[in-house]
């Protein structure tokens, strides 16, 4: 069983589900979480939200100085076996890709999880790559 240490989750629905068992499995996670959402969506979609939020928060944390973006990208390969570092994969998507996914992720759901760092924001919007130093 999951911990209470969830804020917030989110269950997406295949087209044709049956509801029933949705409601089901989304009142077992209210037992454990603040909220709970239900989504429509595509597993495109959902590899879309993953990496522009993981690359959100690399750029975070460059923006609050825990790390140089190589070294928090370094840290991501080396400690998670990722591909690609999170502050690598703004640039992988796009920078401006990026931001745009976080925006209307971030409009569509009123959620503060997806707010785009500042980091990525500027260097969107100033066609800088993600690896600018300030």
């Given at each position: 069983?999951?911990?209470?240490?969830?804020?917030?989750?989110?269950?997406?629905?295949?087209?044709?589900?049956?509801?029933?068992?949705?409601?089901?499995?989304?009142?077992?996670?209210?037992?454990?979480?603040?909220?709970?959402?239900?989504?429509?969506?595509?597993?495109?979609?959902?590899?879309?939200?993953?990496?522009?939020?993981?690359?959100?928060?690399?750029?975070?944390?460059?923006?609050?100085?825990?790390?140089?973006?190589?070294?928090?990208?370094?840290?991501?390969?080396?400690?998670?076996?990722?591909?690609?570092?999170?502050?690598?994969?703004?640039?992988?998507?796009?920078?401006?890709?990026?931001?745009?996914?976080?925006?209307?992720?971030?409009?569509?759901?009123?959620?503060?999880r997806y707010r785009p760092s500042?980091?990525?924001?500027?260097?969107?919007?100033?066609?800088?790559?993600?690896?600018?130093?300030?």
């Amino acid at each position: 069983m999951l911990s209470g240490i969830y804020q917030h989750t989110t269950v997406m629905a295949a087209p044709g589900a049956d509801d029933a068992v949705v409601r089901s499995i989304m009142a077992a996670f209210r037992k454990v979480s603040n909220r709970v959402t239900r989504i429509k969506d595509s597993p495109g979609f959902v590899a879309q939200r993953l990496q522009a939020m993981i690359a959100n928060l690399g750029s975070e944390m460059a923006q609050i100085g825990i790390a140089s973006p190589e070294d928090i990208d370094k840290g991501m390969k080396l400690g998670l076996n990722y591909p690609h570092g999170s502050v690598e994969l703004a640039e992988h998507l796009g920078v401006k890709n990026t931001l745009k996914i976080l925006e209307n992720l971030q409009q569509i759901t009123g959620e503060e999880r997806y707010r785009p760092s500042l980091w990525l924001r500027r260097r969107a919007l100033l066609n800088l790559p993600i690896h600018t130093p300030n």
